[in-house]
């Protein structure tokens, strides 16, 4: 089984920093990228960051400049690091995996549990 482990969701005042964390494992033939969506209270999952095999990076507006996504393939680790934080960044942070299972052509969806932020005012 694919397993994907996230950490480092807390509670931080606005203005402060967190960084998140989330390892994949199991049977992963290929990544093809991980990401990181939101979901707060009342809205539906959102696009937060992701980033490809090749470094390629993408950032949801209300985030650019304040987040940064990378990874350490070695690990098949994806990291996203958060400044600035504000209220509205307050969600379920859900780390996605992108990935291709061998013998088969396209790729697949693997998501982690979910990990709190909370951002207080």
């Known amino acids: 089984q694919v397993q994907l482990v996230e950490s480092g969701g807390g509670l931080v005042q606005a203005g402060g920093s967190l960084r998140l964390s989330c390892a994949a494992s199991?049977?992963?033939?290929?990544?093809?990228?991980m990401g990181w969506y939101r979901q707060a209270p009342g809205k539906e999952r959102e696009l937060v960051a992701t980033i490809t095999s090749g470094d390629s990076t993408n950032y949801a507006d209300s985030v650019k400049g304040r987040f940064t996504i990378s990874r350490d393939n070695a690990k098949n680790t994806v990291y996203l690091q958060m400044n600035n934080l504000k209220p509205e960044d307050t969600a379920v942070y859900y780390c996605?995996?992108?990935?291709?299972?061998?013998?088969?052509?396209?790729?697949?969806?693997?998501w982690g549990q979910g990990t709190q932020v909370t951002v207080s005012s």
């Open positions: 199991g049977c992963i033939f290929s990544i093809n990228a």
């Open positions: 996605n995996l992108n990935a291709k299972r061998r013998y088969s052509t396209p790729t697949y969806d693997y």
